[in-house]
Structures are given as C-alpha cells and as structure tokens.
C-alpha cells in the first residue's frame, strides 16, 4: 500500500510537468490553429537562458522571471518571422517548418552552450516528505510545480472563457479571414497566442529541468509526453491538459515502478495510439468540430 501511495504521488509530479507542456501546446492550437513541434527545443533554451542568469546573479528567481520574459519574446518572434509567412498556406508548411525550427534551435544550443548535461537548481528543497515513517514521494519542489501548473490552467482557462482576447483569440484560429472582417487585428493575435505559449513553454522547462540534466536535446522525450497529455485531454480544453498530464505520469509512475523503468516510453507510445485510434478529439472534446 504504502509503495502504490509512492507511485501514485511521484506519476502526479511528473504529470504536473507533462501538463505544463501540453498547457503550451493548447494554447497555440486554440490561439493559431498550429502545433508547434519545436516548443520543447524553445522551453529548452529558455532553460539555458535562466541557469546562465543564475550562474551570474546567484538568484533563482531573477532567473526564473528572465527565463518566462524570455519565453514571450521568443514566441513572438518565432511567429513573426517562422510562422506568419506559412500562415494561409497548407497546414504540412507549418509543420514542416517547426521541425526545421527544432533542430536549429537545438544546434545553436549545442554551439552556445554544449552537449554536456548540466544541473539545474531547484526552486525549493528536493528532499522527500514524509508522514511519520511513511515517505510520500513527493517534495516541496514537486508541491510549488503542481501549484504553477494549476495557476496556469486557470489562468488560461478563464482568459479563453471569460475575456475578450481569449474570444479573439479563438475567432482568429477558427477564421482569421472572417476575424479581421470584425475588427480583430489577426496579425497581433497570432503574435500574442505564440507569445503567450512561448511563456508557459518557459515554464515547463524550469519546472521539468531540476528532475533531468539540461542539455540540448533533454527537453525532446518531455515534449513527446506533453504532446500526449495534449492529445488525451484533448487540444482544445485546458483542463484536459492538466487531467492528461496527470493520468499519463500515473499511469508511467504505475509502469515504471511495477514493470520497470525500460517499459516507460512504450507505455506512453501505446497511450497516444489507443486515443488516436479510439478517440482523436480527445477525452474532454464534445465535438469534431472547433467552436468559437
């Protein structure tokens, strides 16, 4: 009992990271209509960029603020200079050429930075918790990542539902062509989605980085699994996002600890297959088709 109770917390903290990812992923396909492949390689760098800042300052935090600023402005020129010229086109071009983005951004890690894994500070203690005698599992660190991930969620959650940017928002990727015959500057909207999702991208590495070493291809396995969750929890709900990180991380935790840890990427593999073969949409898509 006490080692499923263990299992159990530890896939809940590392779904918590498997959503933060697949947050980032919906909030691109709800904002543009447009995965984007290369959103672990742009969370990666943004990893770089805030353990360089802490190396100087001593600070995690300054760090930690400079890597999500750093995070928005990278999306946004991601979408300005990559993305806008593909816009209107074939969906195969966007695809194809946030591929390319992946791999050039994990070369020109490679040449800044190296191929060397490196270590990455946590932002609070990483000693395990325990009841009495009882070790849960978990620490304070995977407590401060589940509560990031939620106020993401809902954050993002309530600014889709409730706002009128997250209504442009959606209008601009259901039709950007009858968005802008309302009024809805579109170019800024697709600007601002990528943006916005190259911070929750930020975030995900800063979480995900003290658990692995960072390198510059330590992020790829994580964004397969953040694809996943998305996939799960289906790419239009935010709270999918989050229920899917976190059924996925049980489900691994539950494979890894009583299986073996070489079975962890299969099980994932087969998960993503069962719900594209039995459901596409989505645990938590009521329609085929996208709403405004």
Known sequence: MV???????????????????????????????????????????????????????????????????AGLVIGGI?????????????????VIVTIGLLILIEGLAGLLYGSNDRSFPPAFSING???GSVALGITRNDIFTG?????????????FRYTSIGLRLRATAFNARVARLL???????????????????ALAGLLVSPATF??????????????????????????GAVVGGLVLGVVLSYAGGYLGSEVVNLFGLAALLLVLMFRPSGLFSSAQARRV
């Open 183 to 201: 009024g809805v500057r579109v170019g800024r909207m697709l600007t601002l989605g990528w943006a916005l999702a190259g911070l929750l991208g």
């Open 214 to 239: 960072l390198n510059p291809n330590s992020m790829d396995t994580i964004f397969v699994l953040g694809f996943t969750a998305a996939v799960i929890g289906g790419l239009e709900s935010p709270a």
């Open 129 to 131: 918790l325990s009841i």
């Open 147 to 159: 509560v990031a991930v939620l106020l993401a969620a809902a954050a993002l959650a309530v600014t």
């Open 3 to 69: 080692e499923f109770l263990e299992f159990t917390l530890e896939g809940l903290s590392a779904g918590m990271i498997y959503a933060a990812i697949a947050l980032s992923l919906v909030l691109i396909w709800r904002g543009t209509g447009v995965l984007n492949y290369a959103q672990g390689a742009m969370a990666m760098l943004t990893s770089f960029i805030a353990l360089e800042v802490i190396y100087v300052s001593h600070s995690y935090w300054l760090g930690f603020v400079v890597a999500l600023a």
């Open 78 to 94: 991601v979408e300005r200079v990559v993305i806008r010229p593909v816009t209107g086109k074939p969906p195969l071009n966007a």
